[in-house]
């Protein structure tokens, strides 16, 4: 009865086609096509504003069965409707006792797994140095049903001697390894992207790892052992298809090692963990995500057999801001979603104070509970796969995919991706990438909510940990030095009592170098601009000089005042409109202010704008004076008239910026 109710309101309405959507579109669009519409991502990728089965024939099911090859589904058939992805946060807290206090609490409100990183010195993660600092830092901790996963710090090798430590704790605690859920991540690949050199060459480095889960996997069956990460060539301003390039040939690099060790296909693929940033587009991410199972599907059905891959996914770090951070609550969320719908095994979300220093509870109950939120209220993983069938989604991650092979085809073509990263190839592609996505934040082409645009000048700024009180922690290397680079021979060191730092290798010649991967963060230029302008002790301002009614001026006013918020400068409190040009030039002379902005339609500068540029010079004589607008055809008789300069949509912001900064005296 229900279904015949619906079909008899539905039949009241006039039967829709596409050709009736163009025609309001294009009415909307002023005569424009939808075409119009269209965009390019950063890898040369078309976004269409409609999709259609002629885009992804989704009818023929080209993506498979969730739980079949190619797993672009994900890797089984159902979700665990309780925890249908694993919720995984960071713990770095310096001090071995409050790491414990953090994690303990984050796993008995709702986080399902721990990633430690460590740092011997304290300054980038927890402070372990010794087998001991484990007991402190894990009591309480059933290992067997909570996963631990490691990561390093730069200079602490890449990843062999945390496993060493953590592998020596557990046989002193008699426990089953069988059942240990440890992810040791070692990584020489990343960590030589992100440091730019090894203490050993790159080929020593892969056989050690190799033979670490050649001699451990057998034992250890429950853990991954190696991280293939793309996140530094995403977090340095990479595309999303050089992320996946970068972690594929990573991975066909590992794999590789691996069989040559002896390593079985399968054991192989299990003994590896995926990460992938997921930043806040989530229609593009989820593509992203989907287009790496598909690409790992066909590297690993080259070798023998179609296997899937593990996945995690982890909110970028470069989109945070430390600038109205509270804004990075959003971008979290909508990683998060990318994450949980676009098929991640694992999701970590940063805290949303990560720019700024480390995570207090309240940013350590947020990045948990949007999870949470999403698991258990949004119901986000009650559905496999819910973007199975999707055009757009199917269109966008297989063009990803075909743009990521392509490059992934050119790294190998070089010998692979350690000969690329010593080359220096691949550093190349990332650094034209990484000035084209600068200069669509300069130009806010690519805005940065709170911080590019809608700057929140007077900002309150969210609680993090104050390390300040920390007793200064001394690194040295203890214990016995490893008889050799072998798993079993670091783990007897580090039972033996060898410390973090007594575990490394010395630096052999030669080793692996390269340029590293310099991470960075949208929002850093403009927030060097706020620094220099909060550190006056007053903050310095501009005029706005508006012409016309509050309707005529209020559009470029608003965008002039958002404009200079962006540099963390701010404007006088006025009272337009003004009846003259001379009331105008008074109200500035008032404000005593340098820089003056005219602000009004396209038909007042015409009329005016000259001769208010005129009145406010009178009022001082080395005032600079902006136009907010593009000057056309009118910029010689503008800047006759005395106007220096105009701001307007698509302008390079931060060069004007500074120039502002630089006539304000801040830089």
């Not at 020489?188 to 020593?204: C, F, N, Q, V």
Request: proline residues 6%.
């Amino acid at each position: 009865m229900a279904d015949e109710a619906l079909t008899s309101f539905s039949a009241s309405f006039p039967e829709a086609d596409e050709a009736s959507w163009r025609a309001l579109v294009e009415k909307a669009l002023k005569g424009k096509p939808p075409e119009s519409l269209e965009r390019k991502t950063r890898d040369g990728i078309t976004i269409k504003p409609l999709y259609r089965e002629d885009d992804w024939p989704s009818a023929t099911d080209p993506d498979g069965q969730p739980g079949d090859a190619p797993f672009i589904r994900g890797p089984s058939a159902l979700k665990d409707g309780y925890l249908p992805w694993d919720i995984r946060q960071v713990v770095a807290h310096p001090d071995l006792k409050s790491a414990n206090a953090e994690l303990i609490k984050d796993l008995e409100r709702g986080v399902s797994s721990i990633e430690l990183r460590l740092d011997a010195s304290g300054e980038n993660g927890v402070a372990v140095q010794a087998l001991d600092d484990f007991d402190i830092l894990l009591d309480g901790v059933m290992t067997d049903l909570a996963p631990i996963a490691l990561t390093n710090s730069a200079l602490e090798g890449f990843g062999l001697e945390g496993a060493a430590l953590l592998i020596a704790w557990a046989e002193k605690k008699g426990l089953d390894p069988a059942k240990q859920l440890f992810s040791f991540n070692v990584d020489p690949i990343g960590e030589l992207a992100r440091s730019g050199a090894l203490a050993t060459p790159m080929k020593d480095a892969l056989a050690e790892t190799a033979g670490f889960v050649r001699d451990y996997a057998p034992g250890y069956s429950t853990a991954t052992f190696i991280r293939v990460d793309g996140r530094p060539a995403y977090e340095c301003g990479g595309t999303e298809a050089q992320e996946l390039a970068f972690a594929i040939a990573s991975g066909v690099t590992y794999l590789r090692a691996l069989l040559d060790a002896g390593v079985s296909l399968e054991a192989a693929n299990n003994s590896l963990l995926f990460s992938l940033s997921v930043g806040p587009n989530y229609a593009l991410e989820i593509a992203k995500l989907r287009a790496a199972r598909r690409l790992w599907a066909r590297i690993t059905e080259s070798f023998g057999e179609t296997l899937p891959m593990k996945l995690q996914a982890v909110s970028a770090r470069r989109m945070l801001t430390q600038r109205d951070p509270w804004v990075n609550m959003l971008r979290n969320t909508a990683a998060c979603f990318a994450g949980g719908v676009g098929g991640a095994d694992i999701v970590t979300v940063r805290p949303f104070t990560d720019a700024i220093g480390l995570a207090g509870n309240l940013a350590r109950r947020i990045g948990r509970n949007t999870q949470i939120m999403a698991q258990e209220e949004s119901s986000l993983g009650k559905v496999t796969d819910p973007a199975a069938g999707t055009w757009s989604i199917g269109k966008i991650s297989d063009d990803l995919a075909q743009s990521a092979w392509t490059l992934f085809q050119t790294i190998e073509g070089e010998g692979g991706i350690s000969a690329s990263l010593t080359s220096g190839s691949f550093q190349v592609k990332l650094s034209e990438a990484r000035k084209a996505l600068q200069k669509d934040i300069a130009r806010r082409k690519q805005a940065v909510t709170g911080v590019s645009e809608f700057a929140l000048i007077e900002e309150e700024t969210p609680p993090i940990v104050d390390l300040s009180g920390l007793p200064a922690i001394v690194v040295a290397p203890k214990g016995p030095t490893p008889a050799s680079r072998a798993m079993t021979d670091l783990v007897k060191a580090a039972r033996d009592g060898a410390s973090l730092n007594g575990l490394l290798c010395p630096e052999r010649d030669p080793h692996a170098q390269c340029d590293p991967f310099f991470p960075m963060r949208l929002s850093e230029p403009y927030e060097l601009l706020r620094d220099h302008a909060d550190a006056k002790a007053e903050r310095p301002r501009v005029f706005l000089a508006c012409l016309g009614s509050v309707a005529e001026h209020n559009a470029r006013a608003s965008f002039a005042a958002n404009f200079f918020a962006a540099g963390g400068i701010g404007v006088f409190e006025t009272d337009p409109p003004y009846e003259t040009l001379e009331t105008m030039a008074e109200d500035f002379r008032r404000s005593d202010a340098l820089i003056a902005v005219i602000c009004g339609t396209d038909g007042l500068y015409a009329e005016k704008a000259a001769l208010a540029a005129q009145a406010l010079r009178s009022v001082r004589e080395d005032a600079r004076i902006y136009l907010a607008g593009r000057p056309g055809a009118a910029e010689a008789a503008y800047r006759e008239a005395g106007i220096d300069d105009f701001i307007y949509v698509g302008v390079d912001v931060v060069s004007k910026l500074e120039i502002a900064h630089a006539e304000l005296g801040l830089s």
